[in-house]
């Protein structure tokens, strides 16, 4: 699904584009760019970094090559790290990893290594939702049911969204899951349920349900039945969002704090300290490639949801939210388990 509102933002940095282009496409050409996946390849993350670098290299002055390089661990936490203190900062490296990640400095995570706020964030490919699936035979038809009946559900590093998510349902809302943590990613959790080894997931991209779960889902094997991130999905009818559920303003406050970096979907950063005009042009190359006919039509082909946003628009929902009032903050950390 193409869901496109960066026409203008394409005008714009145009501009940009021509301005740097020169000197730019001098540094880039016959340079090799890496994208660095910080999850475990045919995951979600690993297919929207493989498409991305089959088109970007035309929107980049000098045209690089551009691979992608897997880098799984602590769902993308061990890649932004060796992204912020490890990979060079010249321009020819950007990374993707969970869109919880971002955010573990903020939470107390003493592992993070880096402040995301001081990345240089190219762009946003999908800016959707992340939904909680079970399969049909769990005793669990409407969410409703999981206060009343335990489902055992799979997870990976406690960095990643499929481990927040399930955790914070559980403290804010007493939601009976058991949580099993442990798996590499979507892909291995998938086969999990699949042999009936867990019974749910919660935390996944919808994009990812869309384009790797799609044959569960319509196999009756499994269904959505709670949509999470900063706002619903409209095409979801009848499956509740987390935001329903909040008995007060200070509630729904805290379940965006938790819940809203999921609409960061599919984000990439390169390190602090690239050259600017470097950063401007990777950031004007990304938004141009969101409305390439070719990256548009693959991304059909591979059942890839598009819904971008620019660096800037990154760099200033990233920024929105370490700026979030501290007692709020520390509220978020207790029900992390932080």
């Given amino acids: 699904m193409i869901r496109h509102g960066i026409a203008g933002a394409v005008a714009l940095l145009v501009s940009t584009l021509g301005v740097c282009a020169q000197g730019v496409g001098d540094f880039y050409k016959g340079k090799t760019l890496t994208i660095t996946v910080g999850i475990e390849q045919g995951t979600g993350f690993d297919l929207y970094g493989r498409a991305l670098a089959r ?6 002055p000098g ?41 573990e400095p903020m939470f107390g995570n003493q592992g993070a290594r880096f402040q995301a706020p001081q990345l240089g964030w190219i762009g946003n490919m999908d800016s959707g939702v992340s939904a909680c699936l079970v ?7 409407t969410w409703s049911d999981i206060f009343n009946h335990q489902v055992t559900m ?22 009976k899951i058991n949580l099993v943590e442990g798996y590499v990613g979507t892909a291995s959790i998938k086969l999990a349920m699949e042999r009936n080894e867990v019974q749910g997931i919660c935390g996944i991209s919808l994009s990812t349900v869309r384009s790797q779960w799609q044959d569960l889902v319509e196999s009756g094997i499994a269904k959505m039945v709670l949509q999470l991130g900063p706002k619903a999905d409209p095409e979801l009818k009848g499956v509740p969002h987390i935001f329903e559920f909040a008995r007060d ?3 729904r406050k805290l379940y965006n704090l938790i819940f809203g970096p999921q609409g960061l979907g599919r984000s990439f950063a390169t390190p602090q300290g690239v050259p600017e005009e470097r950063v401007q042009v990777l950031r004007a190359a990304f938004t141009a490639t969101m409305s390439d006919p070719r990256f548009l039509e693959d991304a059909r082909n591979a059942k890839l949801d598009i819904a ?31």
């Fill in 135 to 141: 399969r049909t035979d769990s005793g669990v038809k």
């Fill in 55 to 60: 088109h970007i290299g035309r929107h980049i």
């Fill in 154 to 175: 799979g997870a990976a590093g406690r960095a990643g969204p499929i481990s927040q998510a399930p955790r914070a349902l559980i403290e804010l809302g007493g939601a």
């Fill in 249 to 251: 303003e200070d509630e």
């Fill in 308 to 338: 971008p946003q620019t660096g800037a628009e990154v760099q200033a929902f990233i920024e929105q939210l370490y700026s979030s009032p501290p007692a709020l903050v520390e509220r978020a950390k207790k029900v992390l388990g932080r």
């Fill in 63 to 103: 045209n690089p090559t551009v691979i992608v390089s897997n880098m799984p661990g602590a769902s993308g936490l061990i890649a932004f790290n060796w992204l912020a203190n490890v990979a060079p900062r010249d321009g020819t490296v950007f990374a993707t990893a969970s869109f919880s990640v971002p955010f």
